[in-house]
């Protein structure tokens, strides 16, 4: 709508790519950047108010690469299917101080990643709305690390913060905190998923998985921490329909279900889970009205 590229472009200063559209069906609102494209957003650039099918602010194709920096900003654009701020099948780093924040799409209303995806240095993802994966959509895979924030999405049916269906990664101090859905409030996720480092999966609500609805494999490590995250119906802290393993220092603690006695504050398990002790001295603890429920 805005920009096609098929070469090396970069976009910085205080430059605006805003209010473009692309054509029904097409992709790429604000900038399409092709196969062959190397893309680099930074200084105190905005990609904002665009419009498009798929890639509502930048759609990167399969084989492009495309990095946000600095404090450049990706905010306000909406998709109607896939990816209001970035349709990504390429390669996409988003570091810095960078942000994609308030924008809207089916699925992924930050990101959605088909491709090879990094979140990291002190970038935020934050304030996203979709159906599925208000935050990121990932059917890739994705690691989120450094201090990121996946913070204060919203998605009317599953994965608040992140909809994973293949490969994700949280370490170091990321967060993923304050996002809510009706299933996953933080994380949803069907595939595998992997959180470590001193990562926190933090204040997030839903009506099934606060924290972590989790179906596929699920692994929390190092001094990961899911705490304070509340369901409304169960599984507080973790939904378990998979398989759930912790390890290491990592904690599920002061986690709340609302569905009364039995609906597992800190895990409600319906599957396997691994290396989960309940209670003070146990790495399961605080969470009302209790720590694990396995029906």
Known sequence: GGIYNDGTLTIGGQAD???????????????????DGTLTVDGQASIGGNNASDGGGIDNAGGGQVTLDGQASVSHNTASDDGGGIDNAGTLTVAGWASVTSDSALWGGGIINWGSGTVGGSATVGGNTGQNGGGIDNGGTLTIDGSAAVTRNTASN??????????????????????????????????TATIGGSATVGRNSGQYGGGIDNGGTLTVDGSAAVTRNTASDQGGGINNAGT????????????TARGGADSGGGIYNGGALIGAVEGFGGNVFGNQPDDIYTP
């Open 17 to 35: 790519v805003t209010g473009n559209t692309a054509s029904d069906g097409s992709a790429g609102g604000g900038i399409f950047n092709d196969q």
């Open 158 to 191: 599953s994965g608040g913060g992140a909809y994973n269906a293949l490969t994700l990664t949280i370490g170091g101090s990321a967060s993923v905190t304050a996002n809510s859905a009706p299933y996953g409030g933080g994380i949803i996720s069907w595939g």
């Open 244 to 255: 759930t393993t912790l390890e290491g220092g990592a904690t599920v603690s002061i986690n």
